[in-house]
């Protein structure tokens, strides 16, 4: 089992950033993935932007450059430094790690609420 624990959510002005943590309870480095989901109210939840593979990124289209993931897997740790927010992003914000080795799962934390005022 892998306990994920997002923070960094909050209120912030259109054109704004935040950064968002995510810290794992256990180690990262075998997982498939790791990353960021989103999800709007009465919406479905969206790919925001993960590791996969090793070293490659996937992002959201919505993203458009204005997003980055990093990741410190020595402290279990992964952040999604988001800029130029928009009020569209605003939504709840999960931290998401697959593994299809031991431990075997979706592991989903919490999330963490962003909201952007216009």
């Known amino acids: 089992q892998v306990r994920l624990v997002e923070s960094g959510g909050g209120l912030v002005q259109a054109g704004g950033f935040l950064t968002l943590s995510c810290e794992a309870s256990g180690s990262l480095i075998r997982a498939k993935t790791v990353g960021w989901y989103r999800q709007a109210p009465g919406k479905q939840r969206e790919l925001v932007a993960r590791?996969?593979?090793?070293?490659?990124?996937d992002y959201g289209d919505f993203v458009k450059g204005r997003f980055a993931i990093s990741r410190l897997y020595a402290k279990n740790m992964v952040w999604l430094r988001m800029n130029d927010l928009k009020p569209e992003d605003t939504g709840t914000y999960y931290c998401n790690a697959q593994f299809i080795l031991e431990p075997e799962g979706d592991y989903w934390g919490q999330g963490t609420q962003v909201t952007v005022s216009s």
């Open positions: 590791f996969t593979n090793g070293d490659n990124t």
